[in-house]
C-alpha cells in the first residue's frame, strides 16, 4: 500500500519578504552618519530606496553623504531625483544647486539658488550658498552682494560674515574684511574663519601687532616629546605599529577630494573601529591635551582660550607624503584645538636641515589670498615621537621635500 501524499506541502519562499520601515532605517542611517560611518549610512538608504524607489528623503539623505565622500557628480545626480519628485521645494532646488557648486557646474549651481530663491525669496541659505558658487567663478562682486544680502536677512549668520571677509581679502580690500571678521566676532567669538581671516586681514591693513596678538604662535604652538608608550618596548616600536596601520588602512586614498594633501595620500577618520594602535595614540593626545588645556588656563586673556567648549570628540587621519610632498596652508575650520603626531621621517630631515625642509610652518595664508606683504611665520621641527598641538585657526603647511623616502604623520581634531 502506497502512502498518502501530504496535500499540505509547506511551500517555501511562497510570502515575499516583509519591507522595512523607511523611517526607522533613514534615522539609522543618519546616526551612522554623524558618527562618521558614511559608507554604512549610504548602504540605509540604498536598502530604503530598493522598497521605495522614490523616497526624497533617502535621496536627500544619500546625496548628502556622496558629496562627504567627495563623490560630488553622485550626489547632484541623487539631489536632481528629489527635485524631480518635489519641484516646488525649495530646499530641494537650494540642495541641488550646493552639490553642483561642489561638482564644479557653477552655471546650474546659480541656476539652481536662484529658483531657491523664487520659491523663497527671505532663504539666507541659498543667497550664503549663491554667493560661494559666484566666488568660485571669480566673481567676488557678485559673492559680496550675496553674502551682504543674507547677513541683511540673519545679521548672526558667522559663514556669511567670514565668506564676506574672505571675498573682501580677494579683491584686496583688507580694512573692510577686518570689520566683515569684527562682526562675525561679536556674534561668535570663538569662530575660527573669523579669527584666521582677522588675522591675516590686519597684516595686509598694516597692523602686523594685532595679527600677532591674534596668532599667538610663540605660545599657543606647543610641543610634546613622547619616548615611551604604553603596550610598546619603546616609541620606535609604537611608531612602526602605527605607519603599519596607516599604510594598510582601507581608507588610504591619494589626494581625496577636499583636503590639502599635495603628492602624497590620507586616510579617513582612523579613529573609528578597528583601531589597533591608534587606541594608544588616543590616549596620549587625551593626556596631552589635559596638559596643554591647564597650560592655556594661565594666559586666559585670549578671547579664544575663553570659549573653548568641553572638547569630547576626536577625528584622527594619516598622511603619507612622497617626495615633494606637502601640505598646502589649511586650517580647520570644525575644530578647536588640532595637533599631528609625526611616526615616520625621511633621513633627509634627521641632522642638519638649513632648508627646514618637511617642517611644519605656521602664520603663512592660503594660496587663495593674493597677499600684498610679507606675513609673519613660525618653523618647527618634526621628530619621531613628537606631537604639536595648537588653536585650529592657525593656518599651516608643510615645507616641501625631496627624499625617496615617505614620510608619516597623524594629524587630529578636538571637537565639542
Known amino acids: 500500500m502506497k ?29 551612522l552618519y554623524r558618527s562618521g560611518k558614511l559608507k554604512l549610512a549610504l548602504g540605509k538608504c540604498q536598502s530604503v530606496l530598493a522598497d521605495h524607489p522614490r523616497h526624497s528623503d533617502a535621496f536627500n539623505l544619500a546625496g548628502i553623504i556622496h558629496m562627504d565622500l567627495g563623490q560630488t557628480e553622485q550626489s547632484v545626480n541623487f539631489m536632481r531625483s528629489v527635485v524631480e519628485i ?3 521645494s525649495s530646499k530641494a ?3 541641488l544647486g550646493t552639490a553642483l557648486t561642489a561638482n564644479g557646474e557653477l552655471t546650474e549651481a546659480i541656476s539652481s539658488q536662484r529658483r531657491a530663491l523664487e520659491l523663497k525669496p527671505d532663504y539666507a541659505d541659498a543667497l550664503f550658498n549663491l554667493g560661494n558658487a559666484y566666488r568660485q567663478t571669480g566673481d567676488s562682486k557678485s559673492a559680496i552682494l550675496s553674502y551682504r544680502s543674507a547677513l541683511d536677512l540673519a545679521p548672526d549668520y558667522p559663514g556669511a560674515a567670514t565668506n564676506l571677509a574672505s571675498s573682501l581679502l580677494h579683491l584686496g580690500r583688507p580694512r573692510d574684511a577686518l570689520d566683515a571678521s569684527n562682526e562675525a566676532l561679536r556674534h561668535f567669538p570663538g569662530d575660527r574663519d573669523a579669527l584666521a ?8 591693513a598694516g597692523d602686523p ?33 602605527l605607519a603599519a596601520h596607516v599604510l594598510s588602512h582601507p581608507t588610504l586614498t591619494r589626494e581625496p577630494h577636499n583636503v590639502a594633501t599635495r603628492n602624497g595620500q590620507q586616510t579617513e577618520n582612523l579613529a573609528l573601529e578597528p583601531k589597533g594602535p591608534i587606541k594608544q595614540l588616543e590616549e596620549m593626545i587625551i593626556a596631552t591635551y589635559d596638559e596643554y588645556r591647564i597650560f592655556l588656563s594661565k594666559e586666559s586673556g585670549h578671547s579664544y582660550i575663553r570659549q573653548i567648549p568641553n572638547l569630547s570628540k576626536i577625528d584622527i587621519w594619516g598622511t603619507v607624503l612622497d617626495s615633494m610632498g606637502h601640505q598646502a596652508a589649511h586650517m580647520h575650520r570644525n575644530a578647536w584645538i588640532s595637533g599631528v603626531y609625526y611616526v615616520q621621517l625621511p633621513g633627509v630631515m634627521h641632522g642638519a636641515n638649513e632648508s627646514r625642509s618637511g617642517w611644519i610652518e605656521f602664520g603663512r595664508p592660503a594660496d587663495e589670498f593674493p597677499c600684498a606683504v610679507e606675513h609673519e611665520v613660525r618653523n618647527f621641527e618634526p621628530r619621531e615621537g613628537r606631537m604639536f598641538m595648537f588653536p585650529s585657526f592657525e593656518y599651516h603647511r608643510t615645507i616641501p621635500f625631496e627624499s625617496s623616502e615617505q614620510r608619516i604623520s597623524i594629524a587630529f581634531d578636538l571637537l565639542a
Open 3 to 31: 502512502p498518502r501524499k501530504n496535500k499540505r506541502r509547506k511551500k517555501l519562499n511562497s510570502k515575499p519578504g516583509k519591507k522595512q520601515n523607511p523611517s526607522r532605517v533613514l534615522n539609522e542611517a543618519l546616526t
Open 86 to 88: 518635489h519641484p516646488g
Open 93 to 95: 532646488h537650494f540642495n
Open 197 to 204: 581671516f582677522k588675522a591675516i586681514a590686519a597684516t595686509e
Open 209 to 241: 601687532d594685532l595679527a600677532a596678538s591674534i596668532l599667538s604662535m610663540d605660545w599657543v604652538i606647543r610641543p610634546k616629546d613622547f619616548d615611551a608608550a604604553d603596550g610598546f618596548q619603546d616609541i620606535a616600536e609604537f611608531n612602526k605599529a
